[in-house]
Nanobody, 126 residues
Framework: QVQPVESGGGLVQAGASLRLSCVAS????????MGWFRRPPGKEREFVAI???????YYADSVKGRFTISRDNAKNTVSLQMNTLKPEDTANYFC????????????????????WGQGTQVTVSS
């Protein structure tokens, strides 16, 4: 079992970079797929990126080439480096862990992520 806690959100101008971090408690962090999701204002939650327990990554088309997800198992941390931010990236960003170890949920299957953080707000001004 892991419990994610996000940090690193803020207000930035378009074109800037921001790095989100997520620390997840639990001794078996390295066996869980971790993901970043976001909820733009007035919209449904959407997938951003995931990194599975072996380091395989998947990205939403809207962030591919701009965002990079990574993990440091020694520090129980997963990060999201966001470059060339756009106003449409404005959202509340959530870190999540898969419900089961050694599983790789498909990006569309957010229900397979059973552990969620409280979220961190990212606002990109034009």
């Amino acid at each position: 079992q892991v419990q994610p806690v996000e940090s690193g959100g803020g207000l930035v101008q378009a074109g800037a970079s921001l790095r989100l971090s997520c620390v997840a408690s639990g001794p078996t962090f390295n066996t869980y797929t971790m993901g970043w999701f976001r909820r733009p204002p007035g919209k449904e939650r959407e997938f951003v990126a995931i990194i599975n327990w072996s380091g395989l990554t998947y990205y939403a088309d809207s962030v591919k080439g701009r965002f990079t997800i990574s993990r440091d198992n020694a520090k129980n941390t997963v990060s999201l480096q966001m470059n060339t931010l756009k106003p449409e990236d404005t959202a509340n960003y959530f870190c999540a862990a898969a419900s089961s170890p050694f599983s790789t949920p498909t990006p569309e299957n957010s229900a397979a992520f059973g552990y969620w953080g409280q979220g961190t707000q990212v606002t990109v001004s034009s």
